[in-house]
């Protein structure tokens, strides 16, 4: 006659229901999408204090801002084509895409403050000839 033994269990086995599971993927996957937009003002309360000087740097800041949400836009678009394409595979890839828009939303935002600082310049004859 042989004794058999048996392994004595090493830990607790802990499951999740699936439902709970789903949730957490998706709230975890939702996050990764991409950052909500955060549009700047058209009308902000320092532009009455604005001079020439502050009205110029911040048009040029703008014009920074604006080159560097073009080159994020553009990297998004190809994370966005990668992931769709990932995604016929392993469909759980969807969730990681952006749809939100947010570089043409704070492009489009920064737009309207440009127009909105061009006005007020002119409107404060900046870059008009000084009489003597």
């Known amino acids: ?4 033994a048996s ?8 499951t999740f229901p699936p439902k709970i599971l789903a949730a957490f993927a998706a709230l975890v996957l939702a996050s990764c999408a991409g950052r909500s937009p955060q549009p700047v003002a058209t009308v902000q309360p320092q532009d009455q204090f604005m001079d020439c000087t502050a009205i110029v740097a911040e048009v040029q800041s703008n014009n920074q801002k604006v080159q560097e949400l073009a080159s994020e836009k553009g990297l998004k678009t190809t994370q ?9 595979f392993i469909p759980v890839l969807w969730f990681g895409m952006d749809f939100q828009g947010t570089q043409d939303k704070e492009i489009a935002a920064l737009q309207n403050r440009q127009q909105y600082l061009g006005a007020l310049a002119a409107q404060r004859r900046c870059g008009a000839p000084t009489k003597p």
């Open 1 to 4: 006659m042989t004794a058999t």
């Open 7 to 14: 392994k004595p269990s090493s830990g607790l086995k802990r």
């Open 80 to 88: 966005n084509v990668a992931a769709g394409v990932a995604g016929l």
